[in-house]
């Protein structure tokens, strides 16, 4: 097993000396192994860099690609760890520092509460790209079953962004059950139903003058949102029933653009395996189906009108006011 640090200039001592006591005396670096060999349990395929500079070593470690160098523009949200292929079949897993150290609640106030949290990120983030890595191994990542053969062109346009929600929601599945993240997205709810009201005001107000810059802003926004629902969907649950469990208190904006659509959207999503569960490229492709056919009736429900045809692509925001 390899860990590498990356990424520190000198200026970092006291965070990289802060890191060391945690990784060799705290359990942090156990912590880390554990969880990855929990799901990759061959240590030769796998290498564990941490990084406090993601970018530059995600850049370093990835074959160069037609979409430019990795960026962390994401549009909410951050990115805490990332695991990157290599051609000879291994994988290296970037973790930020930042995911790991410097992201702690207020609530941890002593040094040993700090600690306990750092460790609950570490069993959650480790396990989760670890999942990545499982999921490419068994040939079950986004892009080996998001060409489903879609024929409807405004359904298919969504078939690569909901193919990768379905791989967090696997993986998320596996986590909630064996390290719950302790960073909950029902917390960010709120902030992502927000961003969507202002972004479809904005493409609202400025349609005329540019529909694609609108158009682009609006896509960004609701695929936003929706990573968001493919992690709620395992945090939530279902109740003894088998009915989805709604976030207590629901947040602003809920009401108005997820509880109608909610028990498809995470009745849908449960479905899926967790990763630890092989499933077939049509169970796969059968239910990226479903989500896509859904995001598309979910946007109409919200005031959005989009449609992709072989003569070119409009989209229309029918509410007055979002």
Known sequence: MTLTLDGFAEADHELLGGLKVLLLEQGLYGTLVAGILELLPDPSTWRLTITNDIVG????LSEPTEDGPYTTDRGAGYVGAITVPSPDGTFDI????????LTAPESAS??????????????????????????RLRNEHATAFSDAGISDLTEAWWALPLANHIEENRIEQYTA??????RLQVDHLADALGHLRAELNEAKRTWSTDIRAAADRTNIAINDLIRVLAYLAPELGLDDNGRPNRPHPRPEGWNEYIEESWDAWSLTLHELKPVDTPMTALELQGILKLLCRLVVVWMDSIGVDALITEEGQSMYWTADAY
């Open 177 to 182: 059950t064996h390290a719950p993240s302790p």
């Open 94 to 101: 970037a973790m930020s520092v930042e995911g790991l150290l």
């Open 110 to 135: 002593t040094v040993e509460e700090y600690r306990d949290y750092v460790l609950e990120v570490a069993r959650h983030l480790s396990r989760h790209e670890a999942g990545h890595a499982l999921l």
């Open 57 to 60: 070593t995600v850049n370093r």
